[in-house]
């Protein structure tokens, strides 16, 4: 008993792969996701935003205040330093030196919690459009839905503007 050579196995292998792969493929239903177009262009992304801006408006208007007043002192200082008796400008120079220590205490503390906050809503936004993408891929029978890593995707399978007309009917608090 002979054994068929290997390379003869291997081009038998491979014909019946060739022939069986449109029968594989052809009822697979595939969709491309564009993530990053998603978190700029979901109507919920410029709703995030404007309620960020104005839960943290106040705060910043106080900042700049705060810039405004310590530009002042120091105008204060530079005009009237060389007049001033000593005391009066240590005095006025250290209240610079602690105006500055503030504001910047202040902005490192604005940026922390808006960029707390502005994660908080992201984590939001990106569970909506989980949310939403599995719930087309239910609706709509796709076996399988790629996002990022993709090298390219034609249109044929993009669905990224599907997504985004589902979530302009949905609200960052609904399930």
Do not use: C, W
């Not at 105006?99 to 707390?116: S, T, Y």
């Not at 239910?138 to 790629?146: A, H, M, N, R």
């Not at 990224?160 to 399930?175: A, N, V």
């Amino acid at each position: 008993m002979t054994f068929p050579r290997l390379p003869v196995v291997r081009a038998l292998l491979l014909a019946g792969l060739v022939a069986l792969a449109p029968v594989a493929h052809a009822d697979l239903k595939i969709g491309f996701v564009h993530a990053a177009q998603l978190l700029e262009k979901a109507p919920q992304a410029q709703q995030a935003s404007e309620m960020l801006d104005k839960e943290f408006e106040t705060r910043e208007q106080e900042l700049v205040e705060s810039q405004r007043n310590l530009k002042k002192l120091e105008e204060r200082l530079l005009r009237d330093g060389s007049v001033l008796e000593e005391t009066d400008r240590v005095k006025l120079e250290r209240e610079i030196v602690a105006h500055r220590r503030e504001i910047k205490r202040a902005q490192d503390d604005f940026r922390e919690d808006f960029n707390l906050r502005r994660n908080q809503e992201l984590t939001k936004l990106q569970k909506l459009i989980r949310r939403v993408i599995l719930d087309l891929a239910k609706s709509e029978k796709f076996d399988l839905i790629v996002s990022d890593g993709v090298v390219y995707a034609s249109d044929a399978v993009n669905i990224t503007d599907l997504i985004l007309e589902k979530l302009g009917e949905r609200s960052l608090e609904q399930p």
